[in-house]
């Protein structure tokens, strides 16, 4: 009895040693990033993120981030309604109506960059970012809503769940697509009254940070009365004026002026007087201008939209700093998007200088919070993420086309395509020669790039290959999906 019952003891202790063992490599295995930081590049596909390069750093990839070590790409279709109102997506089964990127398509000539199969189309930004902070891919406009009109749960609402913090930052208005996808849910990204009374008043976010002031534009005070402004993208008069009162209100701490910006981003992490939630909304009614947009000519900046508005703005830097001082305070880690929002808007008005002003605001932040991880966390427990939600602009080289009819536009009809040319190297500072062949979204892939714990989650979720863009872009031309970039946060994180 006894020899059996010390057998069993033997049997107990190797099995529970075995287990013990077996859920060490299962914990080794384990992804263990405490802080996720996605940065969203919004309409800046590889051409576009190259001009941003040159323009800052006169190499085609000198940029901090451009050095990560997983660079890849991001194929970011959105699903197709069809007029009978289905909605079919399976990218497991044929192929050629569900793969929304195929190279061999793409390459063809200008027209397959809006190439679509039958159950796909080119997206937009609400759909994209929907993709990014789900996992799912969705309809057009829909904020964190299924293609069947489900509300989705998100990476931030996962991340509440898990005691973590959550933080959005954007150079664009706080309810506008992108910043909206990830936090808020809609049914329509137009409801900017909604999403942000969602963001503002329901939503546990730590840090909300972006433009939409009713009362100025550009730092100047808009010139009508209160009850002409324009509330919309803070959730509409009524709770802008509690919150903006800055008496306590749901726990934000409430600031509009660029010396508040810069002074929380001058604080340290564990500085005692932290505030506890920020919303930060930047003095402008529309989109927040690049006031450090040139690198080597800062008064440039000033000649270009004057004093008064570059002391009242401040920098995505400023605001990612700030933001990432605040998320600290959670010892359970955080989620923090950055949206570097114009460089669409500057591609849409085929804007190159313009362009690589945004840009440079936007790698500035980057460089930034690369800089702040590596003082005040570390790569073993944050995973970094740039990558941007579409293309915007069908940028190209020079000499991409002759403009036959010199309108500055490219139609196939009236010009003539010649072949995909590069951006041209181009010094430091000088905006690259390039031609836009669309004003509008495309379907290029999109640049990611990916450093920290879990950064090789990427490479198991490939898509698909494209060699000519791993030779265009000097990649291996392995890419995911846009929803794909949830999946690498939820594996790297352990949230899901
Ligand atoms: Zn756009």
């Known amino acids: 009895?006894?020899?059996?019952?010390?057998?069993?003891?033997?049997?107990?202790?190797?099995?529970?040693?075995?287990?013990?063992?077996?859920?060490?490599?299962?914990?080794?295995?384990?992804?263990?990033?405490?802080?996720?930081?996605?940065?969203?590049?919004?309409?800046?596909?590889?051409?576009?993120?190259?001009?941003?390069s040159y323009w800052r750093t006169g190499e085609e990839f000198g940029l901090e981030y451009n050095k990560f070590p997983v660079k890849g790409a991001s194929a970011h279709f959105m699903l197709h309604k069809h007029?009978?109102?289905?909605?079919?997506?399976?990218?497991?089964?044929?192929?050629?109506?569900?793969?929304?990127?195929?190279?061999e398509e793409f390459w063809k000539g200008p027209q397959g960059a809006n190439w679509r199969p039958t159950n796909t189309?080119?997206?937009?930004?609400?759909?994209?970012?929907?993709?990014?902070?789900?996992?799912?891919?969705?309809?057009?406009?829909?904020?964190?809503i299924s293609k069947t009109g489900e509300?989705?749960?998100?990476?931030?609402?996962?991340?509440?769940?898990?005691?973590?913090?959550?933080?959005?930052?954007?150079?664009?208005?706080?309810?506008?697509?992108?910043?909206?996808?990830?936090?808020?849910?809609?049914?329509?990204?137009?409801?900017?009254?909604?999403?942000?009374?969602?963001?503002?008043?329901?939503?546990?976010?730590?840090?909300?940070?972006?433009?939409?002031?009713?009362?100025?534009?550009?730092?100047?005070?808009?010139?009508?009365?209160?009850?002409e402004w324009n509330y919309n993208f803070v959730g509409g008069r009524e709770l802008w004026e509690k919150v903006s009162k800055n008496d306590g209100y749901h726990g934000w701490t409430f600031f509009d002026d660029r010396p508040d910006f810069a002074a929380l981003a001058a604080k340290t992490p564990g500085s005692a007087d932290l505030p506890k939630r920020v919303l930060g909304v930047v003095r402008t009614t529309g989109d927040v201008p690049p006031i450090d947009g040139d690198a080597d000519n800062p008064d440039s900046m000033i000649e270009r939209w004057g004093k008064e508005t570059v002391d009242a703005i401040p920098s995505l830097t400023e605001m990612t700093v700030g933001a990432l001082n605040v998320l600290s305070q959670n010892e359970n880690g955080f989620y923090l998007m950055v949206e570097g929002g114009n460089i669409d808007h500057a591609n849409h008005a085929n804007n190159a200088a313009n362009?690589?002003?945004?840009?440079?605001?936007?790698?500035?932040?980057?460089?930034?919070?690369?800089?702040?991880?590596?003082?005040?966390?570390?790569?073993?427990?944050?995973?970094?993420i740039m990558t941007a939600d579409?293309?915007?602009?069908?940028?190209?080289?020079?000499?991409?086309?002759?403009?036959?009819?010199?309108?500055?536009?490219?139609?196939?009809?009236?010009?003539?395509?010649?072949e995909f040319m590069p951006v041209p190297a181009t010094e430091k500072g000088k905006v690259p020669e390039v031609q836009y062949l669309s004003g509008s979204h495309t379907n290029a892939l999109v640049p990611v790039y990916i450093k920290g714990v879990g950064a090789e989650k990427y490479y198991d979720f490939v898509r698909g290959t494209d060699e000519k863009a791993g030779e265009f872009w000097k990649f291996d031309g392995k890419f995911i999906f846009n929803s794909d970039i949830y999946n690498i946060m939820s594996a790297a994180s352990g949230i899901k």
């Open 390 to 418: 579409h293309e915007t602009g069908q940028i190209w080289g020079a000499g991409t086309y002759d403009d036959d009819n010199d309108d500055g536009k490219f139609k196939e009809k009236d010009d003539t395509f010649n």
């Open 151 to 227: 509300k989705l749960e998100n990476f931030a609402d996962k991340n509440y769940k898990a005691g973590r913090s959550v933080g959005v930052v954007t150079t664009a208005q706080i309810s506008h697509a992108t910043p909206a996808g990830a936090s808020a849910h809609n049914e329509s990204r137009g409801n900017y009254q909604q999403i942000g009374y969602e963001q503002i008043h329901d939503l546990p976010l730590t840090v909300l940070m972006g433009s939409g002031h009713p009362a100025f534009s550009n730092g100047k005070k808009v010139d009508k009365p209160a009850d």
């Open 355 to 384: 362009s690589v002003l945004e840009h440079a605001g936007f790698s500035k932040a980057i460089d930034a919070a690369i800089e702040w991880v590596e003082k005040y966390s570390s790569w073993d427990e944050t995973i970094m």
């Open 121 to 144: 189309q080119t997206t937009d930004s609400a759909a994209s970012a929907t993709a990014m902070n789900t996992g799912v891919k969705t309809l057009g406009g829909y904020v964190n």
């Open 83 to 103: 007029s009978d109102g289905t909605v079919e997506w399976d990218p497991e089964k044929e192929p050629e109506k569900n793969m929304g990127y195929v190279g």
């Open 1 to 52: 009895m006894r020899k059996l019952a010390t057998r069993v003891l033997v049997l107990v202790f190797l099995a529970s040693a075995f287990l013990a063992l077996a859920s060490d490599v299962a914990k080794a295995d384990e992804p263990k990033a405490k802080n996720v930081i996605l940065f969203i590049a919004d309409g800046n596909g590889y051409n576009s993120d190259i001009m941003g």
